[in-house]
């Protein structure tokens, strides 16, 4: 087992890390920029290493920085968290040079899943069912059309290198084709450097779900059930929970299964989670995280398994200690991700923290860096919180969300609590009545500020 790890990232991940390092005796080391120098990850750790200005460019995403902190502080290995550098595959390779281990899959996985065309290739060979779309990426208008044209309209145009929304236009008609395609392209090009994209079947109302994995480096291989996420702004994940109000247990068995066969036949390592949308009892891939999700500990709660304990167990050489029979999943859990930005227009809130009251109570968790007295950076990605709740099953699981989230209290920045508050009471989602576009329409209509 390691002695010592380094954890390249940052907030409540950064903790999280820590804390399941703390449950196994191994020391740590946070890495920070100057703006992050008082966070609660560095008052805790065992070591800390200053690795850059605020500019993620200059610390977190700077590989060198981040390794050099390691090998100074004889970090045997270095767990990435979520973001930054999570899924880079050059960084993890950089590690593996310097002797360091990287907790995490192969760069080779990394780099494979990395790339959605590689991906859904991959999935193919695998076995797993995938969206009718484009063989591999599109390289002109004129192409894009005869696609469009053979796998029947509406159509997404998506970035090959993209994530988070970015690089993703819809095309209702074959007029519309080839302007969507400059568009994706010129902004993957933009923001990821690789203007390559590629096509897939529009579907009108799915459903977000998502299949957790751990395989180990003797061959052994279990999935840990799903969530859902489909509640989505912009592409971005505003509420998870698990199980899915939506799937059977037959349902849940059998792409599970899926999902296991396919990780053996490529040889997976470590943590994944492979993403599928859901419509009309089909499930369609759409990509595979090669990390730790944000919304892991809702997980967690449901199957009583530390994530981040075992990704540190598996990069060790460790095997599972239980098996796919022995996975129980007992009750329900809902996350809901607390940003600082104002609940109506999403502007981003940074600022000081003034005051911080976290609900507590049976089945409450928040996984959170923030202290009365804490600054919230105007650098880094928004979250600043993850409200989690779990009930014997989704009723009990609601009510104590809703108690939890009136008891919530942070001051000196705008956060999406009140967001929160209105979606747990709304009709449909306490139906479980709702799809991936559902969140965006309910913020249209206005329906968060009249609920």
């Avoid at 999935?123 to 969206?131: L, T």
């Avoid at 005869?146 to 993703?168: D, F, H, Q, T």
Wanted: hydrophobic share 40%.
């Amino acid at each position: 087992m390691f002695e010592k790890i380094l954890i390249a990232n940052r907030g409540e991940i950064a903790l999280r890390i820590l804390r399941a390092c703390r449950d196994m005796g191994i020391k740590t080391v946070a890495v920070h920029s100057t703006a992050d120098a008082e966070a609660m990850h560095v008052r805790l750790a065992d070591e800390s290493v200053c690795i850059g200005p605020p500019s993620s460019a200059d610390s977190y995403l700077n590989k060198a920085a981040v390794i050099s902190a390691a090998m100074v502080t004889n970090a045997d290995a270095i767990h990435p968290g979520y973001g930054f550098l999570s899924e880079n595959a050059d960084f993890a390779e950089m590690i593996e040079e310097h002797g360091i281990a990287f907790i995490g899959p192969t760069p080779e996985h990394i780099r494979v899943m990395g790339d959605k065309v590689a991906a859904k290739a991959e999935a193919i060979r695998s076995g797993i069912p995938v969206v009718p779309g484009s063989d591999g990426a599109v390289e002109t208008p004129e192409d894009a059309v005869k696609v469009g044209a053979e796998i029947g309209y509406p159509v997404l145009i998506k970035a090959s290198a993209g994530g988070g929304g970015r690089g993703m236009k819809v095309a209702e008609t074959a007029d519309d084709v080839v302007e969507a395609f400059k568009v994706a392209s010129g902004e993957a090009k933009s923001v990821f450097g690789n203007g390559e994209v590629y096509i897939e079947k529009y579907l009108s109302n799915p459903r977000h779900i998502e299949v957790q994995v751990l395989a180990d480096s003797h061959g052994n291989v279990v999935h840990l059930g799903e969530r859902d996420c489909s509640l989505q702004r912009k592409h971005q994940k505003v509420l998870e929970e698990c199980p899915s109000p939506a799937l059977n247990s037959s349902e849940r068995a059998k792409i599970g299964e899926v999902v296991c066969n396919a990780m053996r036949s490529i040889g997976y390592l470590n943590a994944g989670t492979v993403e599928f949308l859901y419509e009309n009892g089909e499930f369609y891939f759409i990509e595979m995280n090669t990390r730790l999700q944000v919304e892991h500990p809702i997980t967690e709660m449901v199957t009583g398994i530390d994530l981040v304990r075992e990704q540190i167990r598996i990069a060790s050489g460790a095997e599972l200690d239980f098996t796919q029979e022995e996975i129980s999943m007992a009750g329900h859990a809902i996350e809901c991700r607390v940003n600082a930005e104002d609940p109506v227009t999403f502007t981003p809130s940074p600022g000081k923290v003034t005051g911080y009251h976290m609900p507590g109570g049976l089945g409450v968790r928040v996984d959170s860096g923030l202290f009365a007295g804490a600054s919230v950076p105007p650098y880094y990605d928004s979250m600043i919180a993850k409200l989690i709740v779990h009930g014997r099953n989704r009723n009990e699981c609601l009510m104590r969300l809703k108690r939890a989230l009136s008891e919530y209290v942070v001051e000196g920045v705008k956060t999406t609590i009140p967001l929160h508050e209105k979606l747990v009471n709304a009709p449909d989602f306490v139906d479980g009545n709702y799809d991936i576009r559902w969140l965006e329409q309910f913020v249209l209509s206005g329906s968060e500020n009249n609920s």
